[in-house]
């Protein structure tokens, strides 16, 4: 008898539940041998063997179905593909990664958290190396002076794609891509068949988590939330360098296309409606977060010695079965980092998989929410970039630019070239001083670099290889839009067109200020403007204010219900928000982040010191001159994060007479403003917000933005300071701590109704 025969003889003596408990024990030997191999780099028996345990266990489930579950090894691959992806909104956003190429620029950034945080003189408790590895703070003597409380932990920035997984009772229920880091898509089934992704949150022993830095209490909290609660990690998928070489010789043998890069293969791959083929692809996965941020949770246990530390995060990632890269390191200092930036720089080879760079992150925990996010990416870390990938090109042509604030950039059109699997076939040449220095002509061959998504630029001329018909470069004296006269700008190296009514600028502007980020007019895209412009019944942004429908429904693209839309649009966006005034005006150097601040300081000067002018909420336009003509740059310069470019960019435009003639056209054409301090002492100041699951009428960036507005605070984690928590679909576990401490529970509704 075969053995085979035998093992079929013996399942015909064994009961269900007999048969029940073969399938658990096979799915926890199975998920043993994945863990060791996938996260612990040890293989603990041979290929062969892990297959025969699969074929026993899929043999099982064939025959008994009902045992069948969405954890199990063998449901890594769906049968049919699908007909679409479905979208999924993020429980928290996942944001972008501000870029850093320089020495300088990390020096720049840690100087920036440091002006946050305000540290205070007295000295930083050294740490010393604890039990399980962890740093534990013992002493007096300082290691960080001059930095970082907590040092920084430094991780390979991997070029994949990122991806959020989300585990409820331990169990992988969805996965997802990043998308617009608030909506991606459902890509469950093709993250199921990465082996290094787990289908069952591995339960880490006591002495597991005490070598990581858990006391006794938080260990319970622990046990209870991975049993009962929500957790989401967050990683890159990529494909290995050596996986990558195996299928474009496949694909070469069986003349198929070749797959551009590592990355772009990766993403290509989990978007696949058929898993089968995504299988096929071998992909692989590291875990670099986990949600939510440990020290803001578990029911209160922070105080009591729960995580305090990112290099704790990825300890309980390995622990709980995801893969987490081991070349990652805590650095005691930025220097230290830097000199982790510079290994692996040089290194970057010697790694299985594509490596664009290092990140470096504010290790102490306690310290992100302060630190915070600036536009759409967090304080507290920062991407440090590898030398960039190099390419030559020929230089066909230059083209210049014209910006909304009339500013002309040199573009090179480029003789198109691969670099890193993407065609670029124009590069940044920045301005006419950069030209000079580099000593760029028309017809040079020239290196152009390539970093991560940032323009290509041109790094170096190569002279030797010119012909004698290059031409030199040189700056319009006519803009290349309006035919306006162009000069140098006094003490900067930009020229920029002269002329206040140039077409292409005043298309810019009028376009920037109907944006979505802006004003957000619904309707008003850019065709419309320009057609506005060219018929003479739009020249600056107050003109929007005095449109009617009869001047519409002359227009191309209109009739009389569509001009009255866009009236109504229009009109609807009369009162406006001055965080998006200030951005909308187009001062230079002043973006969304800089507005906002610039709002909040206006606001607490004008209802605090003066006791505002108005009432309902609303002040005027009046005021708003007066406060900033009165400005001077150098008290602009007082305020965090305004340097003295910003504070010479606000104060000329406050200064300038076109700009303050706009602000009162807009006024009498009925522009009002509301303020976010004008209702903050009868509505929400000084409550606390968190908010927990997905609402239906607002966005979570809607709902903070509006708490903020009526002088609430909003907070990611629920604590005995905690007023409200707002409790949408699907909430994770800040609903049950909030319950455990009592703090008061709403549905979207309530909360709502307490936005009035």
Same mark, same amino acid.
Request: aromatic share 8%.
């Given at each position: 008898?075969?053995?085979?025969?035998?093992?079929?003889?013996?399942?015909?003596?064994?009961?269900?539940?007999?048969?029940?408990?073969?399938?658990?024990?096979?799915?926890?030997?199975?998920?043993?041998?994945?863990?060791?191999?996938?996260?612990?780099?040890?293989?603990?028996?041979?290929?062969?063997?892990?297959?025969?345990?699969?074929?026993?266990?899929?043999?099982?489930?064939?025959?008994?179905?009902?045992?069948?579950?969405?954890?199990?090894?063998?449901?890594?691959?769906?049968?049919?593909?699908?007909?679409?992806?479905?979208?999924?909104?993020?429980?928290?956003?996942?944001?972008?990664?501000?870029?850093?190429?320089?020495?300088?620029?990390?020096?720049?950034?840690?100087?920036?958290?440091?002006?946050?945080?305000?540290?205070?003189?007295?000295?930083?408790?050294?740490?010393?190396?604890?039990?399980?590895?962890?740093?534990?703070?013992?002493?007096?003597?300082?290691?960080?002076?001059?930095?970082?409380?907590?040092?920084?932990?430094?991780?390979?920035?991997?070029?994949?794609?990122?991806?959020?997984?989300?585990?409820?009772?331990?169990?992988?229920?969805?996965?997802?891509?990043?998308?617009?880091?608030?909506?991606?898509?459902?890509?469950?089934?093709?993250?199921?068949?990465?082996?290094?992704?787990?289908?069952?949150?591995?339960?880490?022993?006591?002495?597991?988590?005490?070598?990581?830095?858990?006391?006794?209490?938080?260990?319970?909290?622990?046990?209870?939330?991975?049993?009962?609660?929500?957790?989401?990690?967050?990683?890159?998928?990529?494909?290995?360098?050596?996986?990558?070489?195996?299928?474009?010789?496949?694909?070469?043998?069986?003349?198929?296309?070749?797959?551009?890069?590592?990355?772009?293969?990766?993403?290509?791959?989990?978007?696949?409606?058929?898993?089968?083929?995504?299988?096929?692809?071998?992909?692989?996965?590291?875990?670099?977060?986990?949600?939510?941020?440990?020290?803001?949770?578990?029911?209160?246990?922070?105080?009591?010695?729960?995580?305090?530390?990112?290099?704790?995060?990825?300890?309980?990632?390995?622990?709980?079965?995801?893969?987490?890269?081991?070349?990652?390191?805590?650095?005691?200092?930025?220097?230290?980092?830097?000199?982790?930036?510079?290994?692996?720089?040089?290194?970057?080879?010697?790694?299985?998989?594509?490596?664009?760079?290092?990140?470096?992150?504010?290790?102490?925990?306690?310290?992100?929410?302060?630190?915070?996010?600036?536009?759409?990416?967090?304080?507290?870390?920062?991407?440090?970039?590898?030398?960039?990938?190099?390419?030559?090109?020929?230089?066909?042509?230059?083209?210049?630019?014209?910006?909304?604030?009339?500013?002309?950039?040199?573009?090179?059109?480029?003789?198109?070239?691969?670099?890193?699997?993407?065609?670029?076939?124009?590069?940044?040449?920045?301005?006419?001083?950069?030209?000079?220095?580099?000593?760029?002509?028309?017809?040079?061959?020239?290196?152009?670099?390539?970093?991560?998504?940032?323009?290509?630029?041109?790094?170096?001329?190569?002279?030797?290889?010119?012909?004698?018909?290059?031409?030199?470069?040189?700056?319009?004296?006519?803009?290349?839009?309006?035919?306006?006269?162009?000069?140098?700008?006094?003490?900067?190296?930009?020229?920029?067109?002269?002329?206040?009514?140039?077409?292409?600028?005043?298309?810019?502007?009028?376009?920037?200020?109907?944006?979505?980020?802006?004003?957000?007019?619904?309707?008003?895209?850019?065709?419309?403007?320009?057609?506005?412009?060219?018929?003479?019944?739009?020249?600056?942004?107050?003109?929007?204010?005095?449109?009617?429908?009869?001047?519409?429904?002359?227009?191309?693209?209109?009739?009389?219900?569509?001009?009255?839309?866009?009236?109504?649009?229009?009109?609807?966006?009369?009162?406006?928000? !001055?965080? =998006?005034?200030?951005?909308?005006?187009? #001062? @230079?150097?002043? %973006?969304? &982040?800089?507005?906002?601040?610039?709002? +909040?300081?206006?606001?607490?000067?004008?209802?605090?010191?003066?006791?505002?002018?108005?009432?309902?909420?609303?002040?005027?336009?009046?005021?708003?001159?007066?406060?900033?003509?009165?400005?001077?740059?150098?008290?602009?310069?007082?305020?965090?994060?305004?340097?003295?470019?910003?504070?010479?960019?606000?104060?000329?435009?406050?200064?300038?007479?076109?700009?303050?003639?706009?602000?009162?056209?807009?006024?009498?054409?009925?522009?009002?403003?509301?303020?976010?301090?004008?209702?903050?002492?009868?509505?929400?100041?000084?409550?606390?917000?968190?908010?927990?699951?997905?609402?239906?009428? !607002?966005? =979570?960036?809607?709902?903070?933005?509006? #708490? @903020?507005?009526? %002088?609430? &605070?909003?907070?990611?984690?629920?604590? +005995?300071?905690?007023?409200?928590?707002?409790?949408?679909?699907?909430?994770?576990?800040?609903?049950?701590?909030?319950?455990?401490?009592?703090?008061?529970?709403?549905?979207?509704?309530?909360?709502?109704?307490?936005?009035?």
């Amino acid at each position: 008898m075969t053995r085979g025969a035998m093992t079929e003889e013996i399942y015909i003596f064994m009961d269900k539940t007999q048969v029940k408990k073969r399938i658990e024990k096979l799915k926890q030997e199975i998920e043993k041998y994945r863990y060791a191999y996938h996260v612990l780099d040890k293989s603990l028996i041979s290929d062969a063997a892990q297959d025969s345990l699969k074929n026993e266990l899929q043999k099982l489930e064939n025959e008994h179905s009902e045992f069948i579950t969405p954890d199990s090894p063998t449901q890594r691959m769906a049968g049919q593909p699908l007909d679409k992806f479905n979208k999924v909104r993020h429980s928290t956003p996942m944001t972008s990664l501000f870029d850093a190429f320089s020495r300088e620029d990390m020096h720049d950034w840690e100087k920036r958290m440091k002006k946050i945080i305000n540290p205070t003189t007295s000295p930083e408790p050294s740490l010393s190396k604890g039990e399980g590895g962890i740093r534990e703070r013992r002493g007096s003597s300082p290691p960080y002076e001059g930095g970082v409380r907590g040092g920084y932990y430094a991780e390979l920035k991997l070029d994949g794609l990122a991806v959020a997984l989300v585990y409820e009772k331990g169990r992988f229920i969805t996965g997802a891509t990043r998308g617009d880091g608030r909506v991606g898509e459902d890509v469950t089934q093709n993250l199921k068949t990465i082996e290094a992704i787990p289908l069952v949150l591995r339960r880490p022993e006591n002495r597991e988590l005490k070598n990581i830095g858990l006391s006794g209490p938080a260990i319970k909290i622990f046990y209870q939330a991975l049993a009962a609660g929500r957790l989401e990690a967050r990683g890159e998928a990529i494909m290995t360098n050596k996986v990558f070489k195996e299928l474009n010789l496949e694909n070469k043998k069986a003349g198929k296309p070749l797959l551009a890069n590592p990355r772009n293969a990766a993403a290509g791959s989990i978007r696949q409606l058929d898993s089968k083929l995504t299988a096929s692809r071998r992909l692989d996965c590291y875990i670099y977060s986990l949600l939510p941020p440990l020290i803001w949770s578990a029911g209160g246990a922070g105080e009591e010695g729960f995580f305090n530390s990112h290099e704790q995060e990825h300890k309980l990632a390995e622990l709980l079965g995801f893969k987490v890269l081991k070349q990652n390191k805590l650095c005691l200092n930025l220097d230290e980092a830097i000199k982790y930036h510079d290994y692996w720089e040089k290194r970057r080879d010697q790694v299985p998989f594509d490596c664009d760079g290092v990140v470096i992150v504010v290790n102490d925990l306690k310290l992100w929410p302060k630190l915070g996010f600036v536009g759409k990416g967090p304080r507290f870390m920062m991407a440090y970039k590898f030398a960039a990938e190099e390419a030559t090109t020929k230089i066909k042509d230059v083209i210049w630019q014209v910006g909304r604030t009339g500013v002309l950039t040199p573009t090179a059109e480029l003789t198109p070239v691969s670099i890193y699997g993407v065609t670029v076939s124009r590069a940044t040449l920045h301005n006419l001083d950069e030209i000079n220095r580099l000593g760029i002509k028309i017809g040079d061959t020239v290196i152009i670099e390539r970093a991560g998504d940032v323009i290509p630029k041109v790094v170096k001329v190569l002279p030797n290889l010119r012909v004698g018909a290059e031409k030199a470069i040189k700056a319009p004296l006519e803009c290349p839009m309006c035919g306006g006269w162009v000069e140098r700008v006094k003490n900067e190296v930009a020229y920029r067109c002269v002329n206040k009514n140039c077409y292409a600028v005043n298309l810019r502007r009028l376009r920037h200020w109907a944006g979505k980020n802006t004003i957000d007019i619904e309707g008003l895209g850019p065709k419309i403007i320009e057609q506005l412009v060219k018929q003479g019944l739009v020249r600056d942004p107050s003109d929007f204010y005095k449109l009617t429908a009869g001047d519409l429904i002359p227009l191309e693209r209109f009739a009389e219900k569509s001009a009255d839309n866009l009236i109504k649009a229009i009109s609807a966006r009369k009162e406006v928000d !001055l965080v =998006r005034l200030l951005y909308a005006l187009g #001062i @230079r150097h002043v %973006g969304e &982040e800089t507005a906002q601040f610039l709002a +909040k300081q206006f606001s607490i000067f004008n209802f605090s010191a003066q006791g505002g002018s108005a009432c309902g909420g609303q002040f005027s336009i009046k005021d708003l001159i007066k406060y900033f003509v009165e400005m001077s740059s150098e008290k602009l310069q007082k305020l965090p994060d305004v340097g003295p470019v910003v504070a010479k960019s606000i104060y000329d435009w406050f200064h300038d007479k076109h700009n303050l003639e706009l602000l009162r056209k807009l006024a009498a054409n009925g522009l009002t403003i509301k303020s976010p301090a004008g209702q903050a002492e009868e509505k929400l100041a000084g409550k606390v917000f968190v908010l927990t699951g997905g609402l239906d009428k !607002l966005t =979570r960036d809607q709902a903070k933005a509006k #708490i @903020r507005e009526l %002088g609430g &605070e909003v907070s990611s984690s629920v604590s +005995k300071n905690t007023d409200y928590v707002v409790a949408g679909a699907e909430p994770g576990g800040k609903l049950e701590k909030a319950k455990k401490l009592g703090v008061k529970v709403i549905d979207e509704e309530e909360f709502l109704k307490l936005l009035g």
